[in-house]
């Protein structure tokens, strides 16, 4: 099994040091840094297989480094933020996070967010299908989306929830469980990070995200996906 590695980036030294420790006891290669310039040089020249990435950061926060990284990159992007307001969490989450912690937190559970992650966007399709939604196309076995023949770019989290609505078109998904079946795990207060993701695929898969065609919402309940066909 190929040993995975993560980027650890936080202006406490001592929370980088604890949490070192304990991705080091799970095997991972470990990449630190304390700064946002730093992160995103180490980013780019060590190509972890994912980030584990502060918000509030000297020299460049971790807003600006998921933006600039989501430019050219789908590595995953769990962020850490001592911030309560919910806003801030999901506009991390529209630029291209695929989880976040709120401080303070278990070391263990930052471990166990980073695994189902990594499990999700590293797993194997059996069946290689593509389905087709309009000028829409998902391809699961070269793990691309295109629009109108373009390439479409999404995060990991993104690509896995598109990939169970489009599975199933018509069948009705709470929040809930499109937490449980794309994420594999169960968070409370994960309901509004699945608002955002949707919100963030609207934007990238629709004509008219406020008019959306194919991401159906079905109030009081969860979301949808119409018009899909399996390949």
Known sequence: ????????????????????????????????????????????????????????????????????????????????????EESDRLIGLEIGADDYVTKPFSPKEVVARVKAILRRTKGTTAK??????????????QYQITKGGQPVELTPTEFKILELLAANPGRVFSRLQIVEQSQGYSFEGYERTIDAHVKNLRRKVEDNPKEPVYIQTVYGVGYRMAGSQNE
């Open 128 to 141: 290689p299908v593509q389905f087709r939604m309009g000028d829409v196309t998902i391809d699961l076995e």
């Open 1 to 84: 099994m190929t040993q995975r590695s993560v980027l650890i980036v936080d202006d406490d030294v001592k929370l980088v040091e604890l949490l070192q420790l304990y991705f080091q006891k799970d095997g991972f290669i470990v990449y630190t840094a304390n700064d946002g310039l730093t992160a995103l040089k180490t980013a780019r020249d060590k190509q972890p297989d994912i980030l584990v990435l502060d918000l509030m950061l000297p020299g460049m926060d971790g807003w600006d480094i998921c933006r600039t990284l989501r430019r050219d990159s789908e590595v995953p992007i769990l962020m850490l933020t001592a911030r309560d």
